[in-house]
C-alpha cells in the first residue's frame, strides 16, 4: 500500500510569510514563528509505516506547489492529512481533492481533527478522524481502511455513522517513547528546508507530554502524562542529525524538556563524553531549573532557553493556573544569567482576566529579571483548550474559518475590557521597555551576575574555557559548511528576529 501524509498549511499565511522573510530589510519579528520546520508528526508517522512496510511519501504544503500537492494525493492508495485549527480550512479543501475528486480513502488527524472531528466529516473531507496521538491508530486503521465495519474495534477514530459523528473510545497514550522508530527526516530534503530558514537548524522532539494544566494549552494534544526518551536514545538521535545533516544548530520542540532533572543531566553528561560539541535549543519553564542543570546545559552547549512566562501578574499566572511564582521567576532568571545562558520569555497578552495593571506588573518583571529576548502574543483561543470554552461567546467567528496563526496579531474575540487595538499598544509598549534593558547599567549587571557566580562556584571558570576550546570545533565545523553565513555579522539583526523597537 502507497500512503501520502500531507501536511496542510493555510495559503494566505503561507504567502504572508513568504512576502516577509524573501524582503531582506524587513524585520519579521514574531513571524519567526513562521519559520518552515519540516512537520514532525506526519515524520514520526512515517518512520512507523515504513518499519511495517509501506511505501510511504510525505509532503509539505508550506514549500509545494498544489501541482506537487495534487500529484503526491494522486499516486497514493490513501491519503493521510495533518491539520492544526489555524490550517484547518485548508486541510478540509485538501480533504475534499483527495476523497471527492481523486477517490481517494481519506484519514485526518493533528489537533483540529482532535478537538473538532464533524468540521471534516461533515464537509466529506474524511472518511475518518485520527485523534490525539496516531503512532498506533493509523498502523491499525490502514488494513481495514477500506472495511468499514472493523473501524469501531480501533480506538481514537471518529467517522460517520448513520449521519451522525460516532468516536470510539480514546486510545491509551504510548509509554515506551524509545519504541517509536527514528522518525523519517530521509524523506524530506533537509538542505532545502534548512536554505529556507532565516537561522538553519533541525528539529526533533525527545519527550511527550506536560504535566501542567495551563488554560491556554490544547490537553487533547500535549496529554498531562510526561513521557520521554532514555539519555542514551536521546543523544543517538542528536548524534545521527549531526552526522547526517551537519546542521548549525538542533532545535528540540518538546512541550518541556527539563521536567526530568536527572534525565537532564544524564543527556548532557552524555554529550560531554561523546564529544558532541554543538549549538542547540529547548523550551523550558523557569521554575524547573536549578544551578547545576543549568550548569551541564551550558557545558553540553545548549545556547538558548525559551521560556514559557505568560505574564507577570500573580493574579493571571493564577487564573491560567500556570503553576508558577514570581520569586521563582526572578530567582530562575538570576540562575540563567551566573551560567551565561540565553534566555527568552514568551509573554501572552489578552486573557479575558486581563487588566491595566497587569500588563504594568509584566512589564516590571521584565525590567527586573532582563531577559535576552522576549515574543509578546496576543491570545488566540483553541479548541480543546479551557480558555477556548469560557472566551466562546466572545468569537467573532469560527476560528477555523479564520485567517490566524498562535502569535500574529488577529483579533479572534472581542476582549471584555479592551479593544483590539489596546492590545496591541500594550504589547508595543512591553517590547519598548524590554528594550530599555539593554541600557549601560544593566548591561553591567549582567556582566556582574556572571563574574559573582564565577567567584562563588570556580568549577564555571573551567566549564568557560573548556566550553570555549569545544566550541572552536563546532564553529570551524559550520564555517566549512554551506551554514558558513550564519557568523555573518550584517545579517544578525534580522536572523535573530528582533523586533526595531525604540526605547521611549
Given at each position: 500500500m502507497k500512503v501520502a501524509l500531507l501536511y496542510a498549511k493555510n495559503q494566505n499565511l503561507r504567502t504572508q510569510a513568504a512576502e516577509l522573510f524573501a524582503d531582506d530589510d524587513a524585520t519579521a519579528g514574531d513571524g519567526a514563528r513562521d519559520e518552515i520546520f519540516p512537520p514532525l508528526g506526519i515524520t514520526v508517522l512515517a518512520g512507523w509505516l515504513i518499519k511495517a512496510g509501506y511505501e510511504v511519501r510525505l509532503c509539505d504544503d508550506s514549500i509545494e506547489s498544489m501541482e506537487h500537492v495534487r500529484a503526491e494525493m494522486e499516486w497514493a492508495d490513501v491519503v493521510g492529512i495533518s491539520s492544526l485549527t489555524p490550517n484547518a480550512r485548508r486541510a478540509r479543501e485538501l480533504g475534499k481533492i483527495s476523497r471527492e475528486e481523486l477517490g481517494k480513502p481519506t484519514i485526518l488527524g493533528g489537533p483540529h481533527p482532535t478537538t473538532n472531528p464533524e468540521f471534516f466529516l461533515d464537509s466529506g473531507a474524511a472518511d475518518v478522524c485520527c485523534a490525539g496521538e496516531g503512532d498506533i491508530t493509523i498502523q491499525e486503521l490502514l488494513p481495514v481502511i477500506h472495511d468499514r465495519s472493523k473501524w469501531e474495534d480501533i480506538k481514537s477514530l471518529s467517522y460517520l455513522k448513520d449521519g451522525e459523528v460516532y468516536s470510539t473510545p480514546r486510545r491509551e497514550l504510548l509509554d515506551d517513547i524509545d519504541s517509536i522508530p527514528l522518525p523519517a527526516y530521509h524523506l524530506w530534503d533537509m538542505p532545502r528546508y534548512m536554505r529556507l530558514m532565516v537561522n538553519p537548524c533541525v528539529t526533533a522532539i525527545t519527550s511527550r507530554g506536560c504535566p501542567y494544566a495551563c488554560t491556554f494549552c490544547d490537553a487533547e494534544m500535549t496529554p498531562r502524562k510526561y513521557r520521554s526518551m532514555s539519555p542514551t536514545a536521546t543523544v543517538d538521535l542528536m548524534e545521527h542529525l549531526l552526522k547526517t545533516y551537519n546542521p548549525p544548530q538542533i532545535v528540540l520542540f518538546d512541550d518541556l524538556f527539563?521536567?526530568?532533572?536527572?534525565?537532564?543531566?544524564?543527556?548532557?553528561?552524555?554529550?560531554?563524553?561523546?564529544?558532541?560539541?554543538?549549538?542547540?535549543?529547548?523550551?523550558?519553564?523557569?521554575?524547573?531549573?536549578?544551578?547545576?542543570?543549568?550548569?551541564?546545559?551550558?557545558?553540553?552547549?545548549?545556547?538558548?532557553?525559551?521560556?514559557?512566562?505568560?505574564?507577570?501578574?500573580?493574579?493571571?499566572?493564577?487564573?491560567?493556573?500556570?503553576?508558577?511564582?514570581?520569586?521563582?521567576?526572578?530567582?530562575?532568571?538570576?540562575?540563567?544569567?551566573?551560567?551565561?545562558?540565553?534566555?527568552?520569555?514568551?509573554?501572552?497578552?489578552?486573557?479575558?482576566?486581563?487588566?491595566?495593571?497587569?500588563?504594568?506588573?509584566?512589564?516590571?518583571?521584565?525590567?527586573?529579571?532582563?531577559?535576552?529576548?522576549?515574543?509578546?502574543?496576543?491570545?488566540?483561543?483553541?479548541?480543546?483548550?479551557?480558555?477556548?470554552?469560557?472566551?466562546?461567546?466572545?468569537?467573532?467567528?469560527?476560528?477555523?474559518?479564520?485567517?490566524?496563526?498562535?502569535?500574529?496579531?488577529?483579533?479572534?474575540?472581542?476582549?471584555?475590557?479592551?479593544?483590539?487595538?489596546?492590545?496591541?499598544?500594550?504589547?508595543?509598549?512591553?517590547?519598548?521597555?524590554?528594550?530599555?534593558?539593554?541600557?549601560?547599567?544593566?548591561?553591567?549587571?549582567?556582566?556582574?551576575?556572571?563574574?559573582?557566580?564565577?567567584?562563588?562556584?570556580?568549577?564555571?571558570?573551567?566549564?568557560?574555557?573548556?566550553?570555549?576550546?569545544?566550541?572552536?570545533?563546532?564553529?570551524?565545523?559550520?564555517?566549512?559548511?554551506?551554514?558558513?553565513?550564519?557568523?555573518?555579522?550584517?545579517?544578525?539583526?534580522?536572523?535573530?528576529?528582533?523586533?526595531?523597537?525604540?526605547?521611549?
Open positions: 527539563t521536567i526530568q532533572r536527572k534525565r537532564v543531566i544524564e543527556i548532557c553528561k552524555e554529550i560531554v563524553k561523546r564529544d558532541l560539541f554543538f549549538e542547540w535549543a529547548c523550551e523550558s519553564r523557569i521554575d524547573t531549573m536549578d544551578f547545576e542543570m543549568l550548569r551541564w546545559l551550558r557545558k553540553a552547549g545548549c545556547v538558548k532557553i525559551y521560556y514559557g512566562l505568560e505574564s507577570g501578574s500573580p493574579r493571571l499566572l493564577n487564573t491560567m493556573k500556570k503553576g508558577v511564582t514570581l520569586d521563582k521567576v526572578i530567582e530562575g532568571s538570576k540562575l540563567n544569567r551566573e551560567v551565561g545562558m540565553y534566555y527568552k520569555f514568551y509573554i501572552l497578552y489578552g486573557f479575558p482576566e486581563d487588566r491595566p495593571e497587569d500588563h504594568i506588573a509584566t512589564e516590571v518583571l521584565v525590567k527586573q529579571t532582563l531577559p535576552n529576548a522576549i515574543s509578546v502574543g496576543v491570545l488566540q483561543p483553541i479548541p480543546g483548550t479551557a480558555v477556548y470554552e469560557q472566551l466562546k461567546p466572545l468569537l467573532i467567528r469560527d476560528v477555523a474559518e479564520m485567517d490566524f496563526n498562535y502569535w500574529h496579531a488577529t483579533e479572534s474575540f472581542k476582549h471584555p475590557f479592551f479593544s483590539h487595538e489596546q492590545l496591541q499598544e500594550a504589547r508595543e509598549r512591553l517590547l519598548r521597555v524590554h528594550a530599555t534593558t539593554f541600557n549601560l547599567k544593566n548591561k553591567v549587571q549582567r556582566k556582574l551576575d556572571r563574574l559573582k557566580a564565577m567567584v562563588k562556584h570556580p568549577e564555571l571558570i573551567r566549564d568557560y574555557f573548556e566550553i570555549r576550546g569545544r566550541r572552536k570545533r563546532f564553529v570551524k565545523r559550520v564555517q566549512n559548511s554551506e551554514w558558513s553565513y550564519v557568523y555573518d555579522e550584517a545579517r544578525d539583526q534580522h536572523a535573530t528576529q528582533i523586533p526595531r523597537v525604540v526605547a521611549d
